[in-house]
Structures are given as C-alpha cells and as structure tokens.
C-alpha cells in the first residue's frame, strides 16, 4: 500500500529557513499536499503540488518535487514563531479508492 | 469558505458506550472521510463515502462504523467504545468547486474510560 514519511522533529531559529521533508511510495500520486496543525485545532491546507510540477511558489512557502526520487520538500523562508505547528505531507493517488495518505507529521519549534 | 463542522470538540465516554460523532459541511461535496489522528501515527483513514448512503471501508475500519443518510452529514459510530479508541477523530470533505483539495473539520477529541 501507500506510505509516507516524515521525520518526527524540526527546530529552526527565528528568522531563518525550514526545511521539512517528505518521501512517498505511490508512483500514481496525482497531487501532493501540505497541510498545518496548530496545537487542538485540524488540519490547515497550506499548498498542493501536481505530480507534472517540480516546484511552487506561494508568499514564504516553496514546495520542491523530486518524482523521480519520489521526495517531496516544504521551505519555509523567514521562519516565525506563528509557524510553529505540526506539518503533515499527504498524497493523493489514484489507485482502486482515491484518497489522501498522510505522513507521521513533523513538528516544527520555532525558537528566539 | 468551505466550513467542515464537528458537532463536538471534547467527549469523554465509558467503556462499552455507543459513540456518534457527527460531521456536517456546507459546500455540497461528495466526498467525506473520517481519520483518528494518534501521535507518531500521523493521520489514519476509517472510512469515507461518495454519496448518499454509500461507504467504503479505510485502513483501520475494525470498531467503527459510519452513516451517510444525507449529503451534508457524515456520522461515525462507535458501537461499543474502547479504551484503544480514545484519540483526535478528524471529518474531510471534498468535492464540486474545490477539486481534489480536502478540507477538514476542527477535530473531535474522544477520551474513553
């Protein structure tokens, strides 16, 4: 079946950049996705990718997709502490039931 | 705005209750999901439907069961609860204007005792 992988942990100063990976094992992935969890609140769609892009753009937020690697990458540049939050990577494919596989979640301190 | 509306936040319930958790959006989609959400577990599918009265089965459907009697509403049900079910129950949905983009609620927190 699908799996996706994050790893668990990510602490990154004020100001600078984040980098939270992501690797996937569906070659069908249709989109990809980021999404934000703030502490007791769901899930906050930040970007998608399509599978035929490598990379997106959005304000603070670059998404790299390296397909052939099946790696996936969210940079987030000028980190805040606002940004502090649990990230999760989700795949879509297009197998017998489409649906979104998420990974584990990375959370995100962001420290002064 | 899609709204995704969980009608409770905080539930705490005995062992061997029946549990609904109930879940209503506003966009007329078709599609709805339920996942728990269960620390270094990520986010794991119970079940989703893509219509009126359909369902299928996600990955981790034992104990579970859902309703979809009307398009807007989604139920989980909880027949008997564990104590293995106490987790962040999270409802999506998708579908009509916004694609393949899924939206999801604010999240149920069920502690059962």
């Known amino acids: 079946g699908e799996d996706v992988e994050q790893s668990l942990f990510l602490s990154v100063r004020e100001g600078d950049s984040s980098v939270i990976n992501c690797t996937y094992t569906?070659?069908?992935?249709?989109?990809l996705y980021w999404y934000k969890q703030e502490p007791g609140a769901g899930l906050q769609l930040l970007t998608y990718i399509f599978s035929n892009m490598d990379m997106k753009q959005d304000q603070r937020l670059t998404v790299l997709l390296n397909k052939k690697d099946k790696h996936l990458s969210l940079r987030i540049a000028d980190t805040q502490t606002g940004d502090s939050a649990i990230y999760f990577c989700?795949?879509?494919?297009?197998?017998?039931?489409?649906?979104?596989?998420f990974g584990t979640g990375t959370r995100l301190q962001v420290t002064l | 705005d899609v709204k995704v509306t969980q009608s409770s936040r905080y539930l705490v319930k005995r062992t061997g209750e029946k549990v609904f958790l109930e879940c209503v959006q506003d966009?007329?989609?078709?599609?709805m999901f339920w996942y728990r959400q269960d620390p270094g577990l990520g986010l794991r599918l119970i079940y989703f439907s893509y219509d009126v009265k359909m369902k299928e089965k996600g990955d981790i459907p034992e104990g579970y069961s859902v309703s979809r009697e009307k398009k807007e509403r989604f139920s989980l049900i909880l027949e008997s609860a564990s104590t293995n079910q106490t987790s962040m129950y999270l409802c999506a949905s998708q579908g009509g204007s916004s694609g393949n983009t899924i939206y999801f609620g604010e999240g149920s927190w069920l502690t059962v005792v």
């Open positions: 569906d070659s069908s992935s249709t989109y």
């Open positions: 989700a795949e879509y494919g297009t197998g017998t039931a489409s649906k979104l596989t």
């Open positions: 966009m007329d989609h078709e599609n």
